[in-house]
């Protein structure tokens, strides 16, 4: 009679314990959402693909960029319709940034050093 309480002590503490750190880790991960930043066109002629994009992964609070290594830095800005909200700068070797938590949908733009100018959104 002893062991079937201990089986049970037990098998109450494991699934306990699982369900626990389940809903836990719902409740405090936010989720990284990814979008691709693709150059700006100049104009309306059809453009040739761009050889470069620059991938974006992103929650409120942080984001990472995969830069090529062809590029290797950019000046990023976060916009929304009427003002530039955050404006830093990223690396090859420093891809993160912290941002400032965010809501709903905003522009961002990267700027390489020879100009070429990336556009994407982000929506929150």
């Not at 079937?4 to 699934?15: A, H, M």
């Not at 002629?45 to 290594?69: D, H, K, V």
């Amino acid at each position: 009679m002893n062991y079937l309480r201990i089986i049970f002590l037990f098998l109450y503490l494991l699934f306990s314990t699982s369900l626990w750190s389940q809903t836990s880790k719902d409740i405090s991960t936010p989720s990284n959402k990814t979008t691709s930043l693709h150059p700006k066109q100049m104009n309306n002629r059809p453009n040739a693909p761009a050889r470069y994009i620059i991938e974006c992964t992103y929650t409120s609070g942080s984001l990472w960029l995969e830069i090529p290594q062809q590029i290797g830095s950019v000046e990023i800005r976060i916009k929304n319709e009427a003002e530039i909200i955050w404006y830093g700068i990223a690396t090859i070797d420093a891809p993160y940034c912290e941002i400032p938590i965010l809501e709903g949908t905003y522009t961002i733009a990267c700027t390489t050093m020879t100009g070429t100018e990336f556009i994407g959104t982000l929506d929150f």
